[in-house]
């Protein structure tokens, strides 16, 4: 057990901090010393860092709360989720040292650019993982039709999903708004609807952000269709979408 004062050194979170977060029920102490000091546990500590990482990516405290409360909530798939959320966010601010340094080299007549700015990729990546953290009707359809497959059958349904995957890759040099490429998207979108859950273009141009994130999701299918495949079906996705 640590004091707040060892753990408030340990994280660099104030002791304040940490009262408050006991104060609005976001992080309770394990225990009390005799003198009424506040003891925390590896337990606490593990819930600390989850608390710490969301803070990072700029969650709101009462949203923080609700996914970490959550009985259903998965740290090993928010965890992933933060990792691409994160790494957008690094992209995000390497593009705007790559603004700033070419504004400093050429002046800010010469260089027009706002792209970098745009923060839109991250906002929508950030909503659908907010999304699948609490429980959307999606989650729970895929969790119903779960229950009655095998695991034998769940790993030929994922693999029938990388097979459409390797079709994208075989693909991925040509237009993501084409023929081929939208056909893909709609065998996608059909299968997902068909074996997992009801994929609207919503919840499908979700689906691409994630796969584009730079986490597992984009490790696995450039990993089996080749590099750049992730990006390629997200990039189709958005045009099938209207994005």
């Excluded at 700015?117 to 989650?139: C, H, L, M, N, V």
Aim: neutral net charge; charged residues 30%; aromatic residues 10%.
């Amino acid at each position: 057990m640590r004091t707040v004062h060892e753990v408030s050194r340990l994280t660099g979170v104030s002791i304040r901090t940490l009262q408050y977060y006991d104060r609005i029920g976001l992080l309770h102490p394990a225990g009390h010393t005799e003198s009424g000091y506040r003891l925390y546990d590896d337990a606490s500590l593990e819930k600390l860092q989850q608390i710490l990482l969301f803070r990072a990516l700029e969650f709101p405290l009462k949203d923080i709360r609700r996914i970490v409360d959550s009985p259903d909530f998965d740290k090993s798939k928010a965890l992933e989720q933060q990792i691409a959320l994160l790494t957008l966010k690094k992209q995000h601010i390497e593009n705007l040292i790559d603004l700033a340094r070419g504004l400093k080299a050429m002046g800010v007549d010469h260089i027009m650019d706002f792209e970098p700015f745009d923060t839109s990729k991250i906002d929508e990546y950030a909503a659908r993982a907010k999304a699948s953290w609490g429980k959307t009707p999606e989650y729970r359809e895929y969790e119903q039709r779960a229950k009655g497959r095998t695991a034998r059958e769940n790993a030929m349904l994922s693999r029938q999903m990388m097979d459409i995957f390797t079709e994208f890759g075989a693909c991925r040099e040509d237009d993501p708004s084409g023929d081929v490429a939208q056909a893909l998207v709609k065998k996608l979108q059909g299968f997902i609807t068909e074996h997992l859950y009801t994929c609207s273009d919503e919840t499908l141009y979700g689906l691409g952000m994630m796969y584009a994130g730079g986490g597992d999701f984009t490790a696995s299918i450039d990993k089996h269709a080749g590099k750049g495949t992730a990006e390629f079906a997200y990039r189709a996705i958005k045009a099938h979408c209207g994005k």
